[in-house]
């Protein structure tokens, strides 16, 4: 109860912090008087959002699907690919370079090569979306279980348990926490592959309203749909962490406010 009571007190201190820098956006821009179109105010900008409804949430939907969908092809495929690295030398030496390489060339320069290979509509975006949240989790996974201590696998040994049992109940849960890292950079990549795949080539979504409404100069709208593209990142992310305090509860990470609230004041 009292890391529940805990935990809700850093969210109220967080939408305290988020309302008092709206507050001074708002007072900043009333008091200097600045221009609509350079920086609009909160109230504007939320008012706006609220009139144009109707536009931006079907294309909010249209944004989250390739989100989503590539995310967690990125999330099945890396942590598959790292286990064959992590297991098998000969793939490492063959494929684990050429990772490398592929994740060093930009993403953003190649995705019209998408539109030529997979289409104009969803495909591509998934592949966009997939191909830069790929990388983190497969790094992250391969850290992950090349990071499990000897002592561990030894002791598991002692109890003559089997390959597939050491990997289920010592090696996987072992490696969660590394692996929900991952998993959580890569959500918060998702949203920016996401609305960069619609900047490139797409007549819907909130990349295509953000090019619309920043070519018409309506700025309040642009910050409206940059608000509802940063809600959208923080629900895939949000997603993956409440997976992770249901998956791994007794890691360090999720008691540390247990820690927090059980110690004595100095």
Do not use: C
């Not at 850290?143 to 002791?155: G, P, Q, R, T, W």
């Not at 920016?192 to 309040?220: I, K, P, R, W």
């Amino acid at each position: 109860m009292q890391a529940f009571v805990k935990r809700l007190s850093g969210r109220l201190h967080l939408a305290a912090s988020l309302l008092g820098a709206f507050a001074v956006w708002e007072l900043v821009v009333r008091l200097l008087a600045i221009p609509e179109y350079i920086l609009p105010a909160p109230s504007k900008v939320l008012f706006d959002l609220s009139q144009n409804l109707n536009v931006v949430l079907p294309a909010a939907w249209y944004t989250l699907q390739p989100m989503v969908l590539g995310f967690l092809m990125a999330a099945v495929l890396g942590v598959a690919i790292a286990l064959l690295v992590v297991y098998s030398s000969a793939f490492e030496k063959l494929f684990y370079p050429l990772l490398v390489v592929l994740q060093i060339i930009p993403k953003i320069a190649i995705a019209p090569l998408f539109i030529i290979w997979v289409g104009f509509g969803l495909p591509s975006k998934v592949l966009l979306v997939f191909l830069l949240s790929f990388f983190p989790i497969v790094v992250n996974s391969i850290v992950a279980f090349k990071s499990i201590e000897s002592d561990v696998y030894d002791l598991a040994k002692s109890y003559r348990a089997g390959r597939l049992r050491i990997f289920w109940q010592v090696e996987l849960p072992s490696a969660l926490p590394s692996l929900f890292a991952g998993f959580k950079v890569a959500a918060a990549l998702s949203a920016t592959a996401a609305v960069v795949a619609e900047f490139v080539a797409s007549d819907n979504g909130l990349g295509y309203l953000l090019l619309g409404y920043n070519g018409n100069m309506n700025t309040s709208m642009t910050f409206a749909v940059i608000v509802v593209l940063s809600l959208l990142g923080l629900l895939l992310y949000g997603a993956v962490e409440m997976v992770e305090r249901l998956m791994i509860p007794w890691h360090v990470s999720q008691r540390r406010d247990e820690f927090a609230v059980g110690r004595s004041p100095t």
